[in-house]
């Protein structure tokens, strides 16, 4: 379950609870009001007479009947207050006239365990009920005789049920809505070609699945700005590299027509500079359908063994002529399951820029075998090199890429960049670190997983 889901279920459940225990109140509340019917609409007994009651009710249990008349006769000619004292056949035993609405709501009042307002006291002979009747009744005026809770308490329910219902959407819409109006704005303001777009920090401490829809909104955005300013740096590396054959053609086609006996050198100065403009588009072709996913030909069983003998064994004539040998390891025959063509420009695009960077009397060292934790095969190739400056490591596969040892060295520059994306068609990955004892190391990983034995 996500962790919407809990806060959904969570403010349900309290919207039950509070709706539930307002139910609970006003039936309670109802309940009490029709106890209150029961007793009828006036105020009988006179509670100010509490103590009058509680001591005619210790005199009657130590002294007995007679000290109880004698105690209720100085009572009432001192005119303190008139304690009736009336047995079962509703007498008092003073003789007084007994009201019978008066005793049976005392009645009532004692059965509901109002005991300091009405005692009963059994003695040998009886049982008498003791209470102070008003001299004149009042009315009732509780709150419980009100016309809206003896009348209306299922409305008084629903309205707490509606409120709290509206309390709580009111709340989840505020919670909900707030981040998605962040993320509309935010979709506005990339469509309109602000790419630096983001609102991680306008979800504030959330932790749920918006939040997460941001932080993919912000990985999204940064990667579309990193594709549009590689595109854009891309155009303007590509513009560069043709500009100068361009450039070239068009000062030899001016020299051919001022001097009509150089045509035939010229004609071969722009055969080559045209191989060369044609090479760098179809490289451009090949890593825009990589970058695409289109398939560079079938999937095939690849033998990478021989794969790499048949690539080491084109570039020792170019080794050869820079005086660099070449040294092979296999450690074992492993074959993958991939597109050949790629995986051989990936292999042979390592090792002839290898090869550039080897000086005289160079050694590069190419082995293939499996990483100690056996989940990837690899492909290595060790030059003797100048290297890489460090700040130019993460640099090295980007189309055109140039560092400050790369100067002085032919090609179009886009060798690398294949490899990268050839391996990468292939679930691997590609890397590039320095030698500590001087050159470049460069390590093609591809996953066990696309491999069969």
Same mark, same amino acid.
């Given at each position: 379950?996500?962790?919407?889901?809990?806060?959904?279920?969570?403010?349900?459940?309290?919207?039950?609870?509070?709706?539930?225990?307002?139910?609970?109140?006003?039936?309670?509340?109802?309940?009490?009001?029709?106890?209150?019917?029961?007793?009828?609409?006036?105020?009988?007994?006179?509670?100010?007479?509490?103590?009058?009651?509680?001591?005619?009710?210790?005199?009657?249990?130590?002294?007995?009947?007679?000290?109880?008349?004698?105690?209720?006769?100085?009572? /009432?000619?001192?005119?303190?207050?008139?304690?009736?004292?009336?047995?079962?056949?509703?007498?008092?035993?003073?003789?007084?006239?007994?009201?019978?609405?008066?005793?049976?709501?005392?009645?009532?009042?004692?059965?509901?365990?109002?005991?300091?307002?009405?005692?009963?006291?059994?003695?040998?002979?009886?049982?008498?009920?003791?209470?102070?009747?008003? #001299? /004149?009744?009042?009315?009732?005026?509780?709150?419980?005789?009100?016309?809206?809770?003896?009348?209306?308490?299922?409305?008084?329910?629903?309205?707490?049920?509606?409120?709290?219902?509206?309390?709580?959407?009111?709340?989840?819409?505020?919670?909900?809505?707030?981040?998605?109006?962040?993320?509309?704005?935010?979709?506005? *303001?990339? #469509?309109?070609?602000?790419?630096?777009?983001?609102?991680?920090?306008?979800?504030?401490?959330?932790?749920? /699945?918006?939040?997460?829809?941001?932080?993919?909104?912000?990985?999204?955005?940064?990667?579309?700005?990193?594709?549009?300013?590689?595109?854009?740096?891309?155009?303007?590396?590509?513009?560069?590299?043709?500009?100068?054959?361009?450039?070239?053609?068009?000062?030899?086609?001016?020299?051919?027509?001022?001097?009509?006996?150089?045509?035939?050198?010229?004609?071969?100065?722009?055969?080559? /500079?045209?191989?060369?403009?044609?090479?760098?588009?179809?490289?451009?072709?090949?890593?825009?359908?990589?970058?695409?996913?289109?398939?560079?030909?079938?999937?095939?069983?690849?033998?990478?063994? #021989?794969?790499?003998? *048949?690539?080491?064994?084109?570039?020792?004539? *170019?080794?050869?002529?820079?005086?660099?040998?070449? *040294?092979?390891?296999?450690?074992?025959?492993?074959?993958?399951?991939?597109?050949?063509?790629?995986?051989?420009?990936?292999?042979?695009?390592?090792?002839?820029?290898?090869?550039?960077?080897?000086?005289?009397?160079?050694?590069?060292?190419?082995?293939?075998?499996?990483?100690?934790?056996?989940?990837? !095969?690899?492909?290595?190739?060790?030059?003797?090199?100048?290297?890489?400056?460090?700040?130019?490591? #993460?640099?090295?596969?980007?189309?055109?890429?140039?560092?400050?040892?790369?100067?002085?060295?032919?090609?179009?520059?886009?060798?690398?960049?294949?490899?990268?994306?050839?391996?990468?068609?292939?679930?691997?990955?590609?890397?590039?670190?320095?030698?500590?004892?001087?050159?470049?190391? !460069?390590?093609?990983?591809?996953? !066990?997983?696309?491999?069969?034995?």
């Amino acid at each position: 379950m996500g962790r919407l889901f809990w806060k959904f279920f969570f403010s349900f459940w309290l919207t039950l609870l509070i709706t539930a225990v307002s139910a609970g109140t006003f039936v309670w509340l109802k309940s009490a009001a029709n106890h209150d019917d029961d007793l009828g609409t006036l105020k009988l007994l006179d509670h100010r007479g509490i103590s009058y009651v509680m001591v005619a009710a210790d005199i009657a249990k130590t002294q007995g009947k007679n000290a109880l008349q004698n105690f209720l006769q100085q009572l /009432e000619q001192a005119n303190m207050t008139n304690v009736m004292a009336v047995n079962t056949e509703q007498q008092d035993i003073l003789g007084r006239s007994v009201d019978l609405a008066t005793l049976n709501h005392a009645r009532q009042l004692f059965e509901r365990g109002k005991r300091r307002i009405v005692e009963r006291v059994t003695l040998t002979d009886t049982s008498l009920l003791l209470y102070v009747p008003l #001299a /004149e009744p009042e009315p009732l005026h509780y709150f419980k005789k009100s016309w809206v809770l003896k009348h209306l308490p299922v409305l008084l329910m629903i309205v707490s049920a509606l409120f709290a219902s509206f309390l709580f959407s009111a709340l989840l819409a505020w919670y909900f809505t707030r981040p998605i109006r962040h993320l509309k704005q935010a979709f506005s *303001e990339v #469509a309109e070609g602000k790419l630096d777009t983001r609102v991680s920090q306008a979800m504030g401490n959330r932790q749920d /699945e918006l939040a997460d829809l941001g932080k993919n909104f912000d990985f999204m955005t940064s990667k579309i700005d990193a594709l549009v300013k590689g595109q854009r740096q891309l155009l303007h590396d590509v513009s560069h590299e043709l500009r100068s054959p361009l450039a070239r053609m068009q000062a030899a086609i001016g020299i051919a027509q001022q001097q009509p006996g150089k045509v035939e050198s010229i004609l071969t100065r722009l055969d080559r /500079e045209a191989e060369r403009i044609s090479d760098l588009v179809g490289e451009l072709l090949l890593i825009s359908r990589m970058e695409t996913g289109v398939e560079y030909g079938q999937k095939t069983d690849v033998d990478i063994a #021989a794969l790499v003998d *048949e690539i080491v064994k084109d570039a020792h004539f *170019e080794a050869e002529h820079k005086s660099v040998s070449i *040294e092979l390891q296999h450690n074992e025959d492993i074959t993958l399951h991939g597109q050949q063509e790629l995986l051989h420009r990936a292999i042979e695009n390592v090792i002839r820029n290898a090869i550039k960077f080897s000086d005289t009397g160079d050694t590069i060292h190419i082995r293939s075998q499996r990483d100690f934790s056996d989940s990837y !095969m690899e492909i290595t190739v060790e030059d003797e090199g100048p290297g890489v400056p460090e700040a130019d490591l #993460a640099d090295l596969f980007r189309p055109f890429f140039r560092g400050s040892q790369m100067q002085r060295k032919d090609g179009i520059g886009l060798g690398l960049t294949i490899a990268q994306q050839a391996t990468t068609a292939h679930g691997g990955q590609i890397l590039a670190e320095n030698r500590s004892e001087g050159g470049l190391r !460069m390590i093609i990983r591809l996953p !066990m997983q696309h491999l069969t034995h």
